[in-house]
């Protein structure tokens, strides 16, 4: 199938204008009243619109705060708007509650389940401080009709893949459930594989798609026993009837995502590499909304 490039060029384009907007100047006295609402102390003068614009420019360009200052300087006086300084910026960010919004429509979702690491840019003062090998891990669950990131999680590289699966499927289906929608099936390759994970998508009323390990047996009529049986009879067979390469959604996210934001987090502390990942995920979801 030929590629439309002519449409390609004009999805990355938006992407862009995406990025740099100033639609927040509509609503600049309307955000600044509602998040002084309940605030104790010194109120806040710049808007969260402002704030996620001027951390998103960061994210992308990977800007330290004092350069990120100049950068909005310019903007404010291009556009005509006042701009915080550094330290304004650090503590208005570290404030923000950054939750992935939920874009998805009503139909049943097919989600696949993966976890990619992320380097740290402090590498030797991380592994000094903590004793492991300078990386944190990104969990998520993609949409595969979509590719958007529906839930995810980031932690320290000593969590297993195992564990974050059933935060991540119950984090999906709340949404589902929410908007009046389910889950469909759950990809996700060995590492996700247990009993616990398989009972936990069968629960929900979705199909475990999920690659048992090379040594399985079947030891009963379990949800995973079941999987295992057919697996081991004709595991080609298996992958192509339940759709298990659809798994690349996942695996294609991530490569997406290095190559948009890099490779590395650049916060130097854990709650804040967290936060950036959060950003850097919600920007991509946007970027694919406006493609």
Known sequence: MQRNWRAYNRALVKRGEALLTFDFLK????????ANREKVGRPFTFPNSLIFLLIGLK??????YRQLEGV????GKLAGFPTPDHTT???RVRRLKIELPDHSDKEDLVIAVDSSGLKVTNRGEWIRKNGKKGYIKIHVAVNTKTKEVVELSATEEKIHDS???KKLVKGAFMKAVKRGGKIKKVIADSASDSFDNFKLVDSIG??????????SWAHGDDPRSR???EQMKDRKGWAKKAGYGMRWMAESFFSAFKRTFGEWVWSRRFDSMVKEVKLKV??????LRVA
């Open 206 to 215: 979705a199909e475990p798609v999920i690659r048992v390990r090379e040594w």
């Open 89 to 91: 910026l650090i503590s």
């Open 282 to 287: 919600c920007l991509y979801n946007l970027m």
């Open 163 to 165: 564990r974050e699966f």
């Open 59 to 64: 994210a992308f360009f990977h800007l330290p």
């Open 72 to 75: 909005a300087r310019r903007l």
């Open 227 to 229: 999987s295992v049986k």
């Open 27 to 34: 609503r600049w006295d309307d955000e600044v009243r509602e």
